[in-house]
């Protein structure tokens, strides 16, 4: 069967969908790229000319994404896609006890159930159906690596991206019968605007919060120079590209600056072991 030159990337805008884009513009594929706003639409159009086609939807309004889905069987029929890159997502932060239950339901909307909602829609095309007369096509999670280990003041996005493993896990293996693979990617921290949109304001919204000079210290220390030190979207983009065309990807694969002194020394760590270094580093504890 034929390999289908034609890819779906939520969140096209902006970070890692943005550079992915570009790169499977660049290596003859047919884009179809969710964004919001139809500037950005007329933007991409306009950078990456006729091989990318926006879609014009917000993953979280689900009879949008089903009319899509309808609009791009017509436009593609029998070619299918070849894959589908969930990279839309938004990060809410905040302390635990301080978020209101809408917080976490308006995170889950975007990284869990909207993802849930595109890949549902998308999957005919990708080959889950009788009969498909183009090569199965593959799946990329955008998840992180805080969809193993969460951080504090953020566990509505570590919640999120755990949920989106443990039903990645299980769909990987309900689609071995029709061929298509689905593949975990885990970023750490990349240089994308998600972070910038979600953290600074938190200040402001949590200033009457006991754990507000904590929050500040975990930016400062942490949470700050690990995004200076981080991978440009652009790098981790190259990275996804190439797990996207191997024939046999790893069904999870990390990407970190500084791999082994960011992530496999800190695994050796026990889970309590961890809480206690960041624990007093942040001066949750003496």
Not at 1 to 28: H, P, Q, R
Not at 235 to 253: D, G, Q, V, Y
């Amino acid at each position: 069967m034929t390999k289908s030159k034609n890819i779906l990337i939520t969140g096209a805008s902006t970070g890692i969908g943005y550079e992915l884009v570009k790169i499977f513009v660049n290596n003859g594929y047919n884009v179809y790229g969710s964004v919001r706003k139809q500037s950005d639409a007329d933007k991409l159009l306009t950078e990456l000319g006729e091989r990318f086609h926006p879609l014009l939807f917000d993953v979280t309004d689900h009879e949008a994404v089903e009319k899509t889905g309808k609009w791009l069987e017509n436009e593609i029929g029998n070619e299918g896609l070849s894959g589908l890159i969930n990279n839309a997502g938004i990060a809410v932060g905040g302390p635990f006890m301080d978020l209101a239950v809408e917080d976490y339901r308006h995170q889950f909307e975007v990284n869990v159930f909207g993802l849930i909602k595109v890949t549902q829609v998308f999957l005919p095309l990708l080959g889950a159906r009788e009969n498909h007369p183009s090569a199965p096509g593959k799946i990329i999670q955008i998840s992180s690596v805080s969809g193993r280990m969460g951080m504090p003041f953020v566990s509505p996005y570590v919640g999120s991206k755990h949920a989106v493993e443990g039903i990645t896990e299980s769909l990987r293996k309900e689609l071995l019968m029709y061929g298509i693979d689905v593949v975990l990617i885990e970023p750490g921290p990349i240089k994308t605007p998600i972070w910038e949109k979600s953290m600074e304001p938190l200040f402001d919204k949590f200033k009457d919060s006991v754990y507000l000079p904590i929050m500040k210290k975990s930016h400062e220390k942490f949470m700050g120079p690990s995004i200076e030190k981080a991978l440009p979207a652009g790098a981790a983009a190259k990275i996804i590209f190439k797990e996207f065309e191997k024939k046999k990807s790893k069904a999870r694969r990390i990407i970190i600056a500084q791999k082994f002194k960011n992530w496999t020394l800190p695994s050796l760590l026990s889970t309590r072991t961890l809480d206690k270094i960041l624990g007093k580093a942040l001066g949750l504890i003496k």
